[in-house]
């Protein structure tokens, strides 16, 4: 799809959404959550799709990817502290 891949591991909850976007063949269903590279046209993509499932995925790779995550969940706790 894209030239910025990811690699994330989802909660068996997701596993609805990412056939009916990605099809069956997209992931492996593993005993722990289901795991997932995927490839995006740009890193912003990727995350807004990512944040999307949120608290259903952790993304293990790329290490930029994590901790633009982490910043983007920081800064939404913020905005939300009362």
């Not at 909850?13 to 995006?40: C, N, Q, T, V, W």
């Amino acid at each position: 799809m894209g030239s910025y891949t990811v690699f994330a591991v989802f909660d068996f909850s997701a596993e609805s959404r990412l056939e009916a976007e990605l099809g069956p063949k997209a992931y492996e269903r593993k005993k722990d959550g289901i795991y997932l590279g995927r490839g995006f046209s740009s890193q912003e993509d990727a995350l807004r799709w990512l944040l999307s499932f949120g608290d259903k995925v952790l993304v293990t790779s790329p290490p930029e990817m994590v901790k633009k995550i982490k910043s983007t969940i920081k800064k939404m706790k913020k905005r939300y502290k009362t």
